[in-house]
Nanobody
Framework: QVRLAESGGGLVQPGGSLRLSCAAT??????????MGWYRQAPGKQRELVAS???????KYVDSVKGRFAVSRDPAKNILFLQMNNLKPEDTAVYSC????????WGQGTQVTVSS
């Protein structure tokens, strides 16, 4: 059973940066062997997939984060990262990782708050 644990969130001013981490456990072959993504859910809104990385390393982003967010991974450590730059107040949300289908059990997520 895959377990996911996100970390790295916090309070940051507009224009600031954060790097999120998602540690996957339950198998040695998770990150790098599955298409995975970063999701976010803002208060009162549905969860949305904002960035993903396929098993071949190709990446996709929603338009609202293109050029500001970058997903990367360390398969040896089973960790997925999300580098977030030039953060905006509308990026405020709970960020979670999962496979591209969102079918694994969800971790607790990590809160990102962008505010001055």
């Amino acid at each position: 059973q895959v377990r996911l644990a996100e970390s790295g969130g916090g309070l940051v001013q507009p224009g600031g940066s954060l790097r999120l981490s998602c540690a996957a456990t339950g198998s040695r072959y998770i990150v790098g062997f599955n298409a995975m993504g970063w999701y976010r859910q803002a208060p009162g809104k549905q969860r949305e997939l904002v960035a993903s990385m396929d098993s071949d390393g190709s990446t996709k982003y929603v338009d609202s984060v293109k050029g500001r967010f970058a997903v990367s991974r360390d398969p040896a450590k089973n960790i997925l990262f999300l580098q977030m730059n030039n953060l905006k107040p509308e990026d405020t949300a709970v960020y979670s990782c999962n496979n591209a289908d969102g079918s694994w059990s969800w971790g607790q997520g990590t809160q990102v708050t962008v505010s001055s």
